[in-house]
């Protein structure tokens, strides 16, 4: 069965510090990867999808940047985190355009 | 995608029917209806799909009216482990460029299961 993890967990940045989040599929090959994010009290926005290796598709223009340096592996980063960049981020992945499947998330929180 | 419209809070008995209803009046023919939920500090968890004929699963049931403009999940004997915000989602069964797999998450319906 296929399996999302996400991590860390929980983080405390101060602004202007790098961030690094690193999300991983088990289970399957060649998945389509999401990036979304929730700030408190809203709902999930899309932040980046990709469809292989290196193809990376940004939906909003923002401070953070993702990559996906391995098949399973899809990766969120900033250079320098902003206050707006404290939320719940989630990593979510499918087989090609069916149903997407999210992992545990990660909250962050920019002091 | 086509927008949804749900009530903002519902609240259930535990061991009734949950009955959770979502408009879309303008979802079009190549359009499924995605139903999620998320448990607090949790990720959203699929719950069930579909595009004509109502569906089953160990979840939950979705009815989805003939001419597709509402649905209703319907979860039936709720428990407390149920409560939770419930998203219902329109999506294009296909889509290529900017929109390719996207969900568009709105508000969803705080479901509140009480004993």
């Known amino acids: 069965s296929q399996t999302i993890h996400q991590w860390p967990a929980t983080l405390v940045q101060p602004v202007g510090s790098p961030l690094s989040l690193e999300c991983t599929v088990e289970?399957?090959?060649?998945?389509?990867l999401y990036w979304y994010r929730q700030a408190a009290g809203r709902g999930l926005q899309l932040l980046f999808y990709?469809?292989?290796?290196?193809?990376i598709s940004s939906e909003v223009p923002q401070n953070l940047s993702a990559s996906r340096p391995q098949d399973r592996q899809f990766i969120l980063s900033s250079k320098k985190l902003l206050l707006s960049d404290s939320g719940f981020y989630l990593c979510?992945?499918?087989?090609?355009?069916?149903?997407?499947?999210f992992g545990p998330g990660t909250r962050l929180l920019v002091l | 995608d086509a927008k949804t419209t749900q009530p903002t809070s519902m609240d259930c008995a535990e061991g009734r029917a949950a009955n959770l209803p979502c408009n879309h009046s303008t979802i079009s023919g190549n359009e499924y209806v995605y139903w999620y939920r998320q448990i607090h500090s949790q990720g959203p968890q699929y719950i069930i799909h579909g595009l004509k004929n109502n569906e089953t699963n160990e979840m939950a049931s979705l009815i989805i009216t003939e001419d597709r403009k509402s649905s209703t999940l319907i979860l039936p004997h709720a428990t407390l482990r149920d409560t939770a915000v419930y998203y219902c989602?329109?999506?294009?069964?296909?889509?290529?460029?900017?929109?390719?797999?996207?969900?568009?998450f709105g508000q969803g319906t705080i479901l509140t299961v009480h004993p």
């Open positions: 989602i329109v999506r294009v069964a296909y889509a290529g460029g900017t929109s390719y797999g996207k969900l568009t």
């Open positions: 990709s469809v292989g290796i290196g193809q």
């Open positions: 289970g399957t090959s060649n998945p389509n």
């Open positions: 979510a992945w499918s087989v090609i355009q069916e149903t997407q499947y």
